[in-house]
Nanobody, 129 residues
């Protein structure tokens, strides 16, 4: 079973940028991968998602134009580039995948719940002045 490990979280000022990394080990990423986040007292939500078969990407409306999901197959790593960060982006961010295909467009536009098989441990992003 593939394991996921996130890195890159940090404290950043509003308007700043961060790039999160999600390194996969123990297997390959087959179908789709998503970035979720969970802020204190709020429900976990998907912000970005990629179908690995064709590279198509989807983003939640609240991050469109600011976040970009990408991958480096040679490193078995997926990235989340976050620009123009806002205080409301403060959350623990997780990368997530599953042993079966899942529809990215649904994942980023609904509240779930989603029962995916593989979650990373999370990385904290804090946006504050």
């Amino acid at each position: 079973q593939v394991h996921l490990k996130e890195s890159g979280g940090d404290l950043v000022q509003p308007g700043g940028s961060l790039r999160l990394s999600c390194a996969a080990s123990g297997g390959t990423l087959d179908y789709a991968i998503a970035w979720f986040r969970q802020a204190p007292g709020k429900q976990r939500e998907a912000v970005s998602c990629m179908h690995l078969s064709d590279g198509s990407t989807y983003h939640r409306d609240s991050v469109k134009g600011r976040f970009t999901i990408s991958r480096d197959n040679s490193k078995n790593t997926v990235y989340l580039q976050m620009n123009n960060l806002k205080p409301e982006d403060t959350a623990v961010h997780y990368c997530v995948t599953d042993e079966a295909p899942f529809p990215c467009q649904v994942v980023v536009s609904t509240a779930g719940p989603f029962h995916f098989t593989t979650w990373g441990q999370g990385t904290q992003v804090t946006v504050s002045s």
